[in-house]
């Protein structure tokens, strides 16, 4: 299973632009790399996921570097509601997609 | 947007008593799952089910365990008889397809006491 590391905790200013970023240098050519958040003790919330090519939706942008060894989750405009513990995830194999949670980064966003 | 649904949100029970976590996933969802988080820890996988049958389970999701999908909209996680260190949020979850991202309902917090 390709394992990921994140910082433990990382602060941003409200309005400006958070990176999170995430290393998983043991990642397989057919593994994607999922980002998803956890408000306080609410579900986890899916974000962005992406295999190669760097991804944008309404919520992020995910950077994929070239060698796939590591990504960086950016938050365009953060928002005190966009303080949370964020998890890079390295879908786990093939046959299998459950995801296997680590301890993620809290980001703290601040007036 | 679509929700998957939990009940209750809160639910205590004395050790030894049977409980039944429900769970409505998303309509089109083919794909459902638990995790469970007991406090301060890390978000753990319990089982995967699709097509009616269980895909996947952990080491945790022992013969105490059970899931079933009785009527095509509910999901249910049941714990035959349970143990203190059960305490902890549930959380169901689905997806439409292999690959997309999962959609988690916001959890039950089941206390044993």
């Known amino acids: 299973d390709a394992k990921t590391t994140q910082p433990p905790s990382m602060d941003c200013a409200e309005g400006r632009a958070a990176n999170l970023p995430c290393n998983h240098s043991?990642?397989?050519?057919?593994?994607?790399v999922y980002w998803y958040r956890q408000i306080h003790s609410q579900g986890p919330q899916y974000i962005i996921h992406?295999?190669?090519n760097n991804e944008t939706n309404e919520m992020a942008s995910l950077i994929i570097t070239e060698d796939r060894k590591s990504s960086t989750l950016i938050l365009p405009h953060a928002t005190l509601r966009d303080t949370a513990v964020y998890y890079c995830?390295?879908?786990?194999?093939?046959?299998?997609?459950?995801?296997?949670f680590g301890t993620g980064t809290r980001l703290q966003v601040f007036p | 947007e679509p929700e998957v649904t939990q009940t209750p949100s809160h639910q205590v029970t004395q050790m030894g008593q049977e409980v039944i976590l429900r769970c409505v996933p998303i309509?089109?969802?083919?794909?459902f799952y638990w995790y469970r988080q007991i406090l301060g820890q890390k978000v753990e996988f319990l089982v995967s089910?699709?097509?009616?049958?269980?895909?996947?389970k952990s080491e945790i999701f022992d013969d105490q365990f059970s899931v079933e999908r009785p009527d095509g909209s509910n999901f249910t996680l049941k714990i035959r008889s349970t143990k203190l260190e059960d305490s902890a949020m549930y959380f169901c979850?689905?997806?439409?397809?292999?690959?997309?991202?999962?959609?988690f309902g916001s959890g039950t917090r089941l206390t044993v006491v």
């Open positions: 979850a689905s997806r439409a397809v292999r690959g997309d991202g999962y959609t």
């Open positions: 043991t990642i397989s050519g057919n593994e994607y």
């Open positions: 992406g295999l190669k």
């Open positions: 995830i390295v879908r786990v194999g093939s046959n299998t997609d459950k995801l296997i």
């Open positions: 309509s089109n969802h083919l794909y």
């Open positions: 089910f699709y097509n009616n049958e269980i895909s996947e």
